[in-house]
């Protein structure tokens, strides 16, 4: 039942026409010089996103099979434990016919965890590298966290969650962005991807968002 649901959601996933990309995460080495630059560091979206949500908060945009994501996952949850008072937002690209069918899973695991599953599903998919979970690897996950496989593969399938992978696809469409990790500062700011030379260490990155969660 599981490999027909996962046959099934690849065949009816979105076909999408341009190239999405994983983009390497910044390695932590040496300092930079910390002056921030539009168009170089950072763009402003056309279109903001989740503005529903209270300042200040970062977006990630992922695929929990793209190694920067899984990378650039232990320095973001470093600036987690730093700020607090910073929300997260996890919504998973659907570029791809596997992107949504991933996406799929995400979401429907996110809904039923209530919480953020995005640490456990990219250690998952690190640990099936460089293969990409099938059916059956799936449903051992979904067990392993104590969830029953065939309820959260119905979710998977439900409008609710593919009215969240249908404006995943539609905000990074119309925001141009074309690869992940994709951070977006307070739903206006996405840092640029790749980043520049002079972000190289974690402290950089930190000093960048930091300086984009006080613009207004």
Same mark, same amino acid.
């Given at each position: 039942?599981?490999?027909?649901?996962?046959?099934?959601?690849?065949?009816?996933?979105? %076909?999408?026409?341009?190239?999405?990309?994983?983009?390497?995460? $910044?390695?932590?080495?040496?300092?930079? @010089?910390?002056?921030?630059?539009t168009?170089?560091? *950072?763009?402003?979206?056309?279109?903001?996103?989740?503005?529903?949500?209270?300042?200040? &908060?970062?977006?990630? *945009?992922?695929?929990?099979?793209?190694? *920067?994501?899984?990378?650039?996952? $232990?320095?973001?949850?470093?600036?987690?434990?730093?700020?607090?008072?910073?929300?997260?937002?996890?919504?998973?690209?659907?570029? %791809?016919?596997?992107? %949504?069918?991933?996406?799929?899973?995400f979401?429907?695991?996110?809904? =039923?965890?209530?919480?953020?599953?995005? $640490?456990?599903?990219?250690? !998952? *998919?690190a640990? =099936?590298?460089?293969?990409?979970?099938?059916? /059956?690897?799936l449903t051992? &996950?979904i067990?392993?966290?104590? &969830? +029953? $496989?065939? /309820?959260?593969?119905?979710?998977?399938?439900?409008?609710?969650?593919?009215?969240?992978?249908?404006?995943? !696809?539609? +905000?990074?469409?119309? @925001?141009?962005?074309?690869g992940?990790?994709?951070?977006?500062?307070?739903?206006?700011y996405?840092?640029?991807?790749?980043?520049?030379?002079?972000?190289?260490?974690?402290?950089?990155? !930190?000093?960048?968002?930091?300086?984009?969660?006080?613009?207004?």
């Amino acid at each position: 039942m599981i490999r027909q649901w996962l046959s099934a959601a690849v065949l009816a996933a979105v %076909t999408v026409f341009f190239i999405s990309a994983c983009s390497e995460a $910044p390695d932590p080495e040496a300092s930079g @010089n910390g002056g921030f630059v539009t168009g170089k560091h *950072y763009l402003v979206l056309d279109y903001p996103v989740q503005q529903g949500n209270t300042e200040p &908060f970062l977006v990630e *945009y992922l695929w929990v099979g793209c190694p *920067y994501c899984q990378r650039i996952e $232990p320095i973001l949850q470093a600036y987690k434990d730093q700020h607090p008072e910073v929300s997260m937002v996890r919504i998973h690209g659907a570029l %791809t016919q596997r992107w %949504t069918v991933d996406g799929s899973i995400f979401h429907a695991l996110e809904m =039923k965890a209530e919480r953020d599953i995005a $640490p456990e599903m990219l250690e !998952f *998919y690190a640990s =099936k590298a460089p293969d990409l979970p099938d059916g /059956e690897d799936l449903t051992d &996950f979904i067990e392993s966290l104590g &969830f +029953d $496989p065939d /309820e959260v593969f119905a979710m998977a399938s439900s409008a609710e969650v593919a009215g969240i992978l249908e404006t995943s !696809f539609n +905000d990074m469409q119309q @925001n141009n962005i074309r690869g992940v990790p994709a951070i977006v500062v307070n739903g206006r700011y996405v840092l640029a991807n790749p980043l520049p030379e002079d972000i190289v260490s974690d402290e950089d990155y !930190f000093a960048l968002l930091n300086y984009l969660l006080t613009r207004d």
